[in-house]
């Protein structure tokens, strides 16, 4: 197969005018979606998690404006973090604690229902730690803040205060704060960031064991219907390997064979005879990252599929744009994982989780659908693994 290139003619003033109002408008649209999607998670948080819940529901207003919000992630050495919201302003651990009586601040300690809570703060202050380790490598300029949320009924309506390094502040003020914290993290950057931090704080108690001899069959959800799926989507898989003594990152199919590759050191991507999938290919092969893609939804090239599957739960017809599923294999010494992406150019990138390959655990990025189009991120994961392991 020979080698594609592709010089497309160069853009005029009108059209690069009427893209960029495009660009801003998927971009609306979706935030919109993950606000009604986020609303929802929050509504599933049961009646004894309210104060959790209480939470969810004030971090689900700033999804509209560009935010990400995690709910109940693991902590690596056990525990888990209660929420992690992430923005232009940075991210911010959150706990939540619905203490019956009013906080004060004794000198430089949290004194609440009658003792001191040393414990809470310290404990807020290692997540915190936690969190800007696991960004310390690529995101070391990123804020990370502590932020400890009261929900009960004498500190609801509390102005922002400190003791040491975390903040304290009444539910009621939680959204209008963060509004208020002034922040340059892009858009890019703040998705970036929390896929990130979705991989390295999974939901707590929701990961999954996967059959060890036989490859996974979609059982998740039976919304998603296959000859839809398949028209809608494209699989691809990236590797990393040596050639001639240069390290490059290669792209295939779900039949093993190569689309194409990346020179790790220059950049320079060179394509297979691919037909129409090039520029997509192309641009997922650009931003691949060592557990998963850099490719935002804007940037992403619109093919067009006139099938029904780009969105998966409702499946309506019309021209909708192809979605790549991308499933990257990651090695380091004895570890060996499958990360998860799915990149939709009009509803948004959704970090999938991953598989540890060893243990044969499925460890989704998230738990709920992914937008309101969209199922969850298990039932995508399991369908990168199958693809992957039947290859």
């Not at 940037?299 to 309506?316: E, S």
């Not at 990651?330 to 499958?338: D, I, M, Q, S, T």
């Amino acid at each position: 197969m020979g080698n594609v290139v592709t010089d497309g003619p160069k853009m005029t003033a009108g059209k690069s005018t009427s893209e960029a109002s495009d660009r801003a408008r998927t971009a609306a649209e979706t935030h919109e979606r993950r606000a009604a999607a986020a609303r929802q998670l929050a509504d599933n948080f049961s009646a004894g998690a309210s104060g959790e819940r209480e939470v969810a529901e004030a971090l689900a207003t700033l999804t509209a404006s560009g935010w990400y919000i995690l709910h109940d992630r693991a902590k690596p050495n056990g525990g888990n973090i209660d929420h992690v919201a992430i923005g232009p302003p940075g991210v911010v651990v959150i706990d939540a604690k619905a203490w019956t009586s009013a906080v004060e601040i004794k000198g430089e300690r949290l004194f609440a229902a009658g003792r001191f809570r040393d414990r809470q703060v310290d404990g807020l202050v290692s997540q915190v730690h936690l969190v800007t380790t696991a960004l310390s490598e690529s995101h070391s300029t990123v804020a990370v803040r502590g932020l400890l949320v009261l929900t009960g009924e004498p500190d609801r309506a509390r102005e922002l205060t400190r003791v040491g390094d975390v903040r304290i502040i009444g539910v009621e003020r939680l959204a209008p704060w963060l509004r208020s914290v002034s922040g340059s993290l892009g858009s890019a950057s703040v998705e970036t960031v929390m896929r990130r931090l979705s991989i390295d704080f999974p939901p707590a108690g929701h990961d999954t064991e996967l059959a060890a001899d036989s490859p996974v069959t979609l059982t998740t959800d039976a919304r998603i219907q296959k000859r839809s799926f398949e028209s809608g989507h494209l699989f691809v898989f990236l590797r990393s390997e040596v050639r001639r003594r240069d390290r490059v990152i290669v792209a295939e199919n779900t039949d093993g064979e190569t689309l194409g590759w990346r020179d790790a050191n220059t950049g320079e991507v060179t394509l297979e005879d691919i037909g129409m999938i090039a520029p997509l290919v192309r641009a997922v092969l650009e931003k691949a990252t060592p557990t998963g893609v850099q490719l935002t939804a804007p940037d992403c090239p619109r093919i067009p599929t006139t099938r029904p599957g780009g969105r998966v739960v409702f499946g309506w017809l019309g021209k909708m744009y192809l979605s790549p599923v991308i499933g990257h294999e990651w090695k380091r010494g004895a570890a060996h994982r499958l990360y998860g992406t799915l990149i939709d150019p009009a509803d948004g990138v959704f970090s999938l989780g991953w598989v540890d390959l060893v243990t044969k655990k499925l460890l989704p990025a998230s738990v709920g659908p992914l937008s309101v189009y969209r199922t969850d991120a298990e039932s995508y994961l399991r369908l990168v693994y199958e693809r992957w392991h039947q290859r």
